[in-house]
């Protein structure tokens, strides 16, 4: 707002500067000399008078056009500090806080080695990877060149070149570096204080379990009013890719890298044909927050979502709990019989009763539109990534309001996502 109030006060400082030139020039080529009023005929039969009086309007003229670009010079120095002041964080900035979290919060170099690839040739942001020094491993991608884009794609080049990137970041994390595993980590992100304790204890239960494909740090719906702050340790399956933190064998990138898209990697990750079923773990209280509103989709989602996702920050030591309930057979069977056998209320009765009248309950939606009208009411994200809602399960989405815990749910009948709903 104030970036948009300085450019508009520079724009017309502009403005009025080219106006008050224009008014000057017309003001000397039409003012008198001292003293007298020439005529037409006067000044027609003195050639020598008309060229003293033109040499003294140009001289006029320019002292006036010196005060003018002083003026000019104050409006640019006042427009530079006002970017100076408002300008967003820049790249060597961002990752600086992302690493410093990361090495903060590491228990182990060995067990965890943090590689940094970068995709931009700015020499800021490669000197503060640098002052890292044994810390991290950089990596620069080799081919920042422009890519040819279908011409309706052009705005959105900067996904192609992320998608490029993940490719050949991935490929050198997994074939270079031959590591079994990768937790992705965008350089917006920073980690809660169990980050890497949730990542070592829900590895082995990904290798084990092959309904999974990945986990996620990430709770779509994970804003502080709808999450329960009480059980920090509470984690679900989730048929929505969250991406924004995740883990991934090398199994999975050997499955995808042969047909990586070129652009809008994640959403291709949510297609039936990548997720074939399998599901995501992912956490009741995120485990990464994003402070990138700046980016290539613009701030979208980030002032009415993003910005609320409340961080972990308690440590919660999951690799001395027993997470086999997450276990595709263990999870199915106990979570959708305390889902289904919730009291089912509609959702103004959700809205309007108390919390100590029911406890748990479940809105039932049947259709793309009932699906989108509810979540809207009750404050989840409402949009599907085909057919998937975000942070759902078998269609159904968890999640906290004003306290109750509330199941949006399909039909017990339910047999699978539509993805025309999209």
């Not at 017309?26 to 005929?41: E, Q």
């Not at 790249?91 to 067990?111: F, I, M, N, Q």
């Not at 399998?278 to 701030?299: D, W």
């Not at 399909?410 to 539509?418: A, E």
Request: charged share 25%; proline share 6%.
């Amino acid at each position: 707002m104030l970036k948009k109030q300085s450019a508009g006060l520079v724009l017309w400082g502009a403005i009025l500067f080219v106006a008050w030139n224009a008014l000057l020039l017309l003001f000397f080529w039409t003012r008198p000399s001292p003293g007298r009023l020439p005529s037409d005929s006067a000044l027609d039969d003195d050639p020598a008078g008309l060229t003293r009086e033109v040499i003294r309007l140009a001289e006029d003229a320019e002292v006036e056009l010196e005060r003018q670009r002083g003026l000019l010079q104050q409006i640019r120095e006042h427009h530079a500090r006002w970017s100076q002041r408002w300008r967003a964080p820049t790249a060597a900035a961002t990752v600086r806080r992302c690493l410093d979290k990361l090495l903060h919060y590491r228990p182990s170099a060995e067990r965890f080695p943090i590689i940094v690839s970068q995709d931009c040739g700015h020499e800021e942001t490669a000197q503060v990877i640098a002052s890292y020094g044994s810390a991290v491993t950089h990596i620069r991608q080799p081919d920042l060149s422009s890519i040819a884009v279908p011409p309706d794609h052009r705005k959105f080049q900067g996904y192609y070149k992320i998608a490029r990137h993940y490719r050949w970041a991935l490929g050198q994390v997994f074939h270079r570096f031959k590591f079994p595993a990768a937790v992705v980590v965008e350089d917006d992100l920073e980690v809660a204080p169990d980050f890497f304790e949730y990542f070592q204890a829900t590895y082995p239960l990904l290798r084990a379990d092959p309904s999974l494909w990945c986990v996620s740090a990430w709770n779509d719906n994970g804003k502080e009013q709808m999450v329960d702050s009480s059980k920090p340790e509470l984690l679900y399956r989730t048929d929505f890719f969250p991406g924004l933190g995740w883990l991934l064998l090398a199994e999975l990138w050997a499955e995808l890298e042969p047909k990586w898209p070129r652009a809008f990697w994640d959403d291709w990750m949510r297609r039936p044909e990548q997720r074939q079923g399998r599901a995501c773990v992912r956490p009741e209280i995120s485990r990464t927050m994003t402070f990138g509103r700046k980016g290539v989709s613009h701030g979208q989602f980030f002032d009415q979502h993003l910005k609320f996702i409340k961080l972990n920050q308690h440590f919660v030591p999951f690799t001395q709990l027993d997470l086999s309930y997450l276990r595709q057979e263990t999870y199915d069977r106990d979570f959708l019989a305390r889902v289904y056998g919730a009291p089912l209320l509609q959702v103004e009765k959700v809205r309007t009763s108390e919390r100590n009248e029911l406890g748990e309950v479940r809105v039932q939606y049947t259709g793309r539109d009932s699906f989108k009208a509810f979540a809207k009411a009750l404050g989840v994200m409402d949009d599907l990534k085909s057919g998937v809602p975000r942070a759902g399960y078998r269609g159904i989405v968890s999640f906290l309001f004003r306290g109750r815990r509330v199941h949006l749910a399909p039909p017990q009948t339910w047999d699978g996502y539509d993805p025309s709903w999209n």
